[in-house]
């Protein structure tokens, strides 16, 4: 498929990214050090790191809710660092697709409802959401829940909605974070195949932040962060090189 | 973001939290009750008065003999009904004589109209056959009917000659007619009626039926019984009959163009001279016109007050409203920031909020307007008017509760669009 190697695309560019909290303050604190990494079409890409390695702060500049302090970070050839918040909205709105590790549904409304909102946020006609919603909550094996409040659901199956949630406008990249941090060993299966059910059936780009390594070898390709830079990388890479 | 999926979120919110959102919206309740119901009081007083001011006359000016209280101010003084309170032996020489009205008319002939004077004789009851009706034999002055402005149905008014002759001649009212003779004027006109009164038999022929109205005025004085129509005679007959030569009180009909006010208070001074050596008596004056015009100061006064009140009540209701708001924000901040992520603009949390609070407060302006109609019905009933809600103040009310959401959403709006995604995420 997109592992013939020069149909590959570079999704994502993290070029030397730099994070540093509480500039100009004595407590000033440089979190990433600069790291360069890029992703590809179609990549299935675990981060792993201990807590305090910096893979959170990685995550959070990738799915554009921060900005570097320096470094160059590219998205489909968008380069972000001028886009004001709006734009950032967009982007995020667009191209990415988050899944927190405790869900984050919106209380008191249901399924359909949650997986209809990036859309709402992104203008599209009712109609056509509600149509888009109830396709992709079948997809991830909700179809009979979709009028459930969050309140209603066990952990696995919020998230599943969450997923669903997540390529309601088929974004560029799924960025999960800790997905199955909060499910016991059975469930968190069940998403961790959904993930790659996503990954091989439907060509979605995947990046899982996690602190497990178990899980990570799982996927195509493994970054291991530490200490706020990238001491190891495999698999990813070969295809790349082409 | 779509305006309508703003309102079915805001509405789910407060869903979520119908208590809640009801004391929120109590202090809006009274707010805006109290407003439409102190309209709703002074649009029917005002409908009323000028109702009163059309059967009443806004030109006649109320003469009537009064105990000389020198503390007594004149303007508190507006709504005494010309009545005298007779159990202090107040003697037919107290009183206005004619020749102090002759000389009224004769001095202020630019500006007086006509005269008005009555003498109430008795209350008796006219029968035809089966048939009653009850009456207030009343004798009037040709100005009478000029202040009151009485129309005929049928026949004529009493003439110069009956009154200067005092015949026995009257003017029953039209419903009278309807009652004992089947609603037929022409006919009654020239009929004998006789009924008891002063312990005798009286008899009169009917010159004239005149067109009855029940004044709002009467209503009120007299509550719903029938009390029935009055019977007019001439003033002459009437003074013959109670041996009475003097009056205790009598209206002025002022000319077009006069102003009653000054009319009324002429004539006070014109007549009061004839009561400089009188103990305890004096003359006053009363004019429609000054009785519409304190009262509309007045009801000017409590609509002031309570607005205030009101005013107050509002900003106490719309700073409830902030306040449950920042409560809200708080409780949602990981909302928020799971909006934001999924690509909510500060743009659209600030309008969802702001939706939000303009949804408590629209529901509660709506149901203070609900509240206040009825509360200002039920008060204008108590005082006796017909309630009649003011339309504009109705849609001030609701476009000023909106105004407040807006207003006072608008903080907490902006707390909640300011949020930084990524704490407002790991809140907790």
Redesign the interface.
């Given at each position: 498929m997109n592992q013939t190697g020069e149909m590959q695309k570079k999704i994502l560019q993290l070029q030397d990214i730099h994070k540093a909290f509480y500039i100009g303050k004595p407590n000033e604190l440089e979190i990433l050090h600069g790291i360069s990494m890029d992703v590809f079409d179609g990549q299935f890409v675990s981060v792993v790191g201990a807590s305090g390695s910096g893979k959170t702060t990685l995550m959070n500049l990738i799915g554009l809710l921060d900005r570097p302090t320096s470094g160059k970070y590219l998205i489909e050839d968008i380069d972000v660092e001028d886009a004001t918040d709006d734009e950032l909205s967009y982007i995020r709105n667009q191209k990415i697709g988050f899944v927190f590790q405790t869900y984050n549904l919106v209380a008191k409304t249901n399924a359909l409802k949650n997986v209809e909102l990036p859309m709402l946020y992104a203008g599209m006609p009712a109609g056509e959401r509600r149509e888009r919603a109830e396709y992709l909550l079948e997809l991830v094996g909700m179809s009979d829940r979709m009028k459930h409040m969050p309140e209603e659901l066990s952990g696995g199956q919020k998230q599943r909605v969450a997923i669903a949630r997540s390529l309601a406008n088929d974004p560029t990249i799924v960025l999960a974070d800790e997905p199955t941090g909060a499910l016991d060993s059975k469930t968190g299966r069940v998403v961790m195949d959904l993930f790659h059910k996503l990954n091989k059936e439907q060509g979605k780009t995947v990046i899982l932040i996690t602190h497990s390594t178990e899980l990570a070898e799982e996927t195509e390709r493994i970054v291991t962060i530490s200490d706020g830079l990238i001491t190891g990388e495999r698999g990813g890479s070969n295809h790349v090189i082409s | 973001?779509?305006f309508l999926?703003n309102i079915r979120?805001a509405v789910?919110?407060l869903?979520?939290n119908k208590t809640r959102a009801f004391l929120t919206m109590l202090g809006i309740i009274i707010g805006i009750s109290s407003v439409i119901a102190i309209m709703t009081v002074g649009n029917s007083l005002s409908a009323s008065l000028s109702d009163s001011m059309q059967s009443m006359g806004a030109n006649n000016v109320e003469v009537y003999i009064t105990r000389k209280t020198p503390e007594i101010d004149e303007k508190e003084n507006g709504i005494v009904f010309g009545t005298v309170d007779r159990s202090k032996k107040i003697t037919e020489d107290d009183l206005i004589t004619d020749e102090m009205i002759t000389n009224l008319l004769k001095d202020f002939e630019d500006s007086i109209e006509a005269i008005s004077a009555t003498e109430d004789v008795e209350s008796s009851v006219v029968k035809s056959g089966t048939e009653s009706a009850s009456v207030s034999v009343m004798g009037v002055s040709q100005g009478y009917f000029v202040a009151n402005n009485v129309k005929l149905k049928a026949g004529s008014q009493i003439s110069a000659s009956d009154a200067s002759g005092a015949r026995n001649v009257c003017m029953v009212s039209d419903q009278l007619v309807d009652d004992l003779y089947d609603g037929d004027y022409e006919a009654t006109v020239g009929r004998q009626i006789s009924m008891e009164a002063l312990n005798q038999t009286l008899t009169f022929t009917v010159v004239g039926v005149y067109e009855y109205h029940k004044t709002q005025m009467e209503s009120m004085l007299v509550g719903s019984g029938s009390s029935g129509t009055n019977l007019y005679i001439p003033l002459t007959t009437a003074k013959r009959l109670t041996h009475s030569r003097n009056y205790a009180y009598f209206d002025v009909v002022g000319k077009t163009g006069v102003d009653p006010d000054r009319l009324a208070s002429k004539v006070k001074t014109y007549l009061q001279g004839y009561y400089r050596s009188n103990a305890y008596l004096t003359v006053d004056t009363f004019s429609m016109a000054t009785m519409v015009e304190s009262m509309t100061t007045m009801m000017g006064t409590i609509t002031l007050a309570i607005s205030i009140i009101a005013g107050i009540a509002l900003l106490v209701g719309g700073i409830g409203v902030m306040n449950i708001m920042l409560v809200s924000i708080t409780e949602r901040t990981?909302?928020i920031?799971?909006?934001?992520?999924?690509?909510?603009?500060?743009?659209?949390i600030r309008i969802q909020f702001i939706t939000e609070a303009m949804i408590i407060c629209l529901i509660g302006g709506a149901i203070g307007v609900g509240l206040g109609i009825v509360m200002g019905a039920v008060a204008a009933k108590a005082l006796g008017y017909a309630a009649s809600p003011s339309i504009g103040s109705i849609i001030g009310s609701l476009v000023f509760s909106l105004a407040i959401g807006v207003f006072f959403g608008y903080y907490p709006a902006n707390k909640a669009a300011k949020m930084n995604?990524?704490e407002a995420?790991r809140y907790e």
């Amino acid at each position: 498929m997109n592992q013939t190697g020069e149909m590959q695309k570079k999704i994502l560019q993290l070029q030397d990214i730099h994070k540093a909290f509480y500039i100009g303050k004595p407590n000033e604190l440089e979190i990433l050090h600069g790291i360069s990494m890029d992703v590809f079409d179609g990549q299935f890409v675990s981060v792993v790191g201990a807590s305090g390695s910096g893979k959170t702060t990685l995550m959070n500049l990738i799915g554009l809710l921060d900005r570097p302090t320096s470094g160059k970070y590219l998205i489909e050839d968008i380069d972000v660092e001028d886009a004001t918040d709006d734009e950032l909205s967009y982007i995020r709105n667009q191209k990415i697709g988050f899944v927190f590790q405790t869900y984050n549904l919106v209380a008191k409304t249901n399924a359909l409802k949650n997986v209809e909102l990036p859309m709402l946020y992104a203008g599209m006609p009712a109609g056509e959401r509600r149509e888009r919603a109830e396709y992709l909550l079948e997809l991830v094996g909700m179809s009979d829940r979709m009028k459930h409040m969050p309140e209603e659901l066990s952990g696995g199956q919020k998230q599943r909605v969450a997923i669903a949630r997540s390529l309601a406008n088929d974004p560029t990249i799924v960025l999960a974070d800790e997905p199955t941090g909060a499910l016991d060993s059975k469930t968190g299966r069940v998403v961790m195949d959904l993930f790659h059910k996503l990954n091989k059936e439907q060509g979605k780009t995947v990046i899982l932040i996690t602190h497990s390594t178990e899980l990570a070898e799982e996927t195509e390709r493994i970054v291991t962060i530490s200490d706020g830079l990238i001491t190891g990388e495999r698999g990813g890479s070969n295809h790349v090189i082409s | 973001m779509l305006f309508l999926e703003n309102i079915r979120m805001a509405v789910t919110s407060l869903k979520a939290n119908k208590t809640r959102a009801f004391l929120t919206m109590l202090g809006i309740i009274i707010g805006i009750s109290s407003v439409i119901a102190i309209m709703t009081v002074g649009n029917s007083l005002s409908a009323s008065l000028s109702d009163s001011m059309q059967s009443m006359g806004a030109n006649n000016v109320e003469v009537y003999i009064t105990r000389k209280t020198p503390e007594i101010d004149e303007k508190e003084n507006g709504i005494v009904f010309g009545t005298v309170d007779r159990s202090k032996k107040i003697t037919e020489d107290d009183l206005i004589t004619d020749e102090m009205i002759t000389n009224l008319l004769k001095d202020f002939e630019d500006s007086i109209e006509a005269i008005s004077a009555t003498e109430d004789v008795e209350s008796s009851v006219v029968k035809s056959g089966t048939e009653s009706a009850s009456v207030s034999v009343m004798g009037v002055s040709q100005g009478y009917f000029v202040a009151n402005n009485v129309k005929l149905k049928a026949g004529s008014q009493i003439s110069a000659s009956d009154a200067s002759g005092a015949r026995n001649v009257c003017m029953v009212s039209d419903q009278l007619v309807d009652d004992l003779y089947d609603g037929d004027y022409e006919a009654t006109v020239g009929r004998q009626i006789s009924m008891e009164a002063l312990n005798q038999t009286l008899t009169f022929t009917v010159v004239g039926v005149y067109e009855y109205h029940k004044t709002q005025m009467e209503s009120m004085l007299v509550g719903s019984g029938s009390s029935g129509t009055n019977l007019y005679i001439p003033l002459t007959t009437a003074k013959r009959l109670t041996h009475s030569r003097n009056y205790a009180y009598f209206d002025v009909v002022g000319k077009t163009g006069v102003d009653p006010d000054r009319l009324a208070s002429k004539v006070k001074t014109y007549l009061q001279g004839y009561y400089r050596s009188n103990a305890y008596l004096t003359v006053d004056t009363f004019s429609m016109a000054t009785m519409v015009e304190s009262m509309t100061t007045m009801m000017g006064t409590i609509t002031l007050a309570i607005s205030i009140i009101a005013g107050i009540a509002l900003l106490v209701g719309g700073i409830g409203v902030m306040n449950i708001m920042l409560v809200s924000i708080t409780e949602r901040t990981r909302e928020i920031g799971t909006r934001k992520a999924l690509g909510a603009t500060n743009g659209s949390i600030r309008i969802q909020f702001i939706t939000e609070a303009m949804i408590i407060c629209l529901i509660g302006g709506a149901i203070g307007v609900g509240l206040g109609i009825v509360m200002g019905a039920v008060a204008a009933k108590a005082l006796g008017y017909a309630a009649s809600p003011s339309i504009g103040s109705i849609i001030g009310s609701l476009v000023f509760s909106l105004a407040i959401g807006v207003f006072f959403g608008y903080y907490p709006a902006n707390k909640a669009a300011k949020m930084n995604p990524i704490e407002a995420l790991r809140y907790e």
